[in-house]
């Protein structure tokens, strides 16, 4: 194998974006958080949509459903951290189940071929096969649900079908993905995954889901959904970049630049996601790698792989946790609870008595 080169990205080694790198910078590194288990009565409803404009962006940042969720996220990048995709861990038959019918979504892609087409994206097909999953996807879910938790589908199964794309508009962005993420975080909330689980949730769910939509996106031609264009990480995805940081922390001798490296690429691709999302890219996309992705090549020059997942972390919940256009389509039932203004209200008369008096009595707002 050839020794990688002694890179330098063309700018300076930063998360060089054009409009929010302040907002990255400034932001502090997300913390691992325990996910609370709901406890009996059960009171599962249909999620809704809640995001419509920053003020909303803001309820929702400040409330504790954005806090664990996203610990959700970072405890799976830390349950990774420093193992290959293959190592032994824990499989449970709830983890084995979910596998099993990601691999049966696979198999319907072969089960529905492509139609012939003209244009660059935006296969018809694509919206057969999402039909089968309206059609059979709750009963798939159902494989692995206890018994208490059976009248939870209502709830939890449309995180599932927004997972894998429109069927509309024919197309796949990092708001899919975070829904896959959001179903996941429902099932630990019912304790159906536990934190033993979560090596495996990343290493065998995750990874298979990804390859699941690779497949999608290749064989249907999925449009990227709200992609930044040269100045996002990838069309696509954003998590495993996360996770496949994580893999790679402390690793002896893997450093960010031997990105550039293609022997590596060819050669660890398979263990390490992020070696495979680098792969990808170099695969779809023409030209040299410092044009059409930027900000992959100045992330190459940080300086080791721990930077690179806090920042990553870092730019996840400003660059998609954060925006409307993305979270506009995310959903809020018992499980993700959204906040009004009158719970904030409430909690804030219950800590601060003598302050929400004076508040009330400027008029800003009505008691109760």
């Known amino acids: 194998m050839s020794p990688p080169p002694n890179y330098r990205p063309i700018r300076a080694p930063a998360i060089n974006l054009p409009h929010n790198s302040q907002a ?46 996203l610990g959700f996220v970072v405890s799976l990048s830390e349950s990774i951290d420093g193992h290959k995709i293959a190592d032994p861990c ?48 709750e009963s798939l879910v159902h494989e692995f649900l206890p018994d208490e938790f059976k009248e939870s589908t209502i709830e939890i199964v449309p995180y599932l079908f927004d997972s894998f794309g429109n069927a509309s508009r024919i197309d796949y962005g990092t708001g899919h993905e975070t829904n896959f993420a959001a179903w996941l975080y429902c099932l630990a909330k ?48 954003f998590l495993p970049f996360i996770f496949g940081s994580s893999q790679l922390v402390d690793h002896k001798y893997m450093k960010p630049k031997f990105i550039h490296n293609d022997d590596i690429l060819d050669n660890f691709s398979s263990e390490y996601m992020y070696l495979s999302c680098i792969g990808f890219v170099k695969k779809v996309k023409k030209g040299l790698f410092a044009e059409h992705s930027p900000l992959l090549d100045d992330i190459s020059g940080v300086s080791n792989w ?6 990553l972390l870092k730019m996840y919940k400003v660059d998609v946790l954060q925006k409307v256009p993305i979270m506009q389509h995310f959903l809020f039932g018992s499980l993700i609870k959204w906040y009004d203004s009158s719970f904030v209200l409430s909690r804030f008369k219950h800590s601060n008595l003598w302050l929400y008096n004076v508040v009330c009595g400027l008029g800003f707002v009505s008691r109760d």
């Open 90 to 137: 824990h499989v449970s038959p709830t983890v084995a189940t979910i596998v099993s019918i990601l691999e049966t979504l696979l198999r319907w892609i072969d089960e529905i071929p492509p139609v012939p087409m003209s244009s660059r994206y935006g296969n018809i097909s694509f919206r057969s096969w999402h039909d089968r999953l309206a059609e059979k996807g």
């Open 190 to 237: 019912m304790g159906i995954i536990k934190e033993e689980d979560y090596h495996a949730v990343v290493a065998r769910v995750f990874v298979k889901y990804l390859e699941l939509m690779r497949k999608l996106q290749m064989v249907y031609c999925l449009e990227p959904a709200g992609s930044h264009g040269v100045w996002g990480l990838d069309d696509y995805h």
């Open 306 to 311: 721990k930077k690179v997942n806090s920042g």
């Open 24 to 69: 990255i910078i400034l932001s502090p590194v997300p913390h691992a958080e325990k996910v609370p288990v709901v406890t009996p009565p059960y009171q599962f409803q249909r999620p809704v949509k809640r995001i419509h404009s920053p003020d909303d962006i803001r309820r929702f940042q400040e409330s504790a459903s954005f806090k664990n969720f």
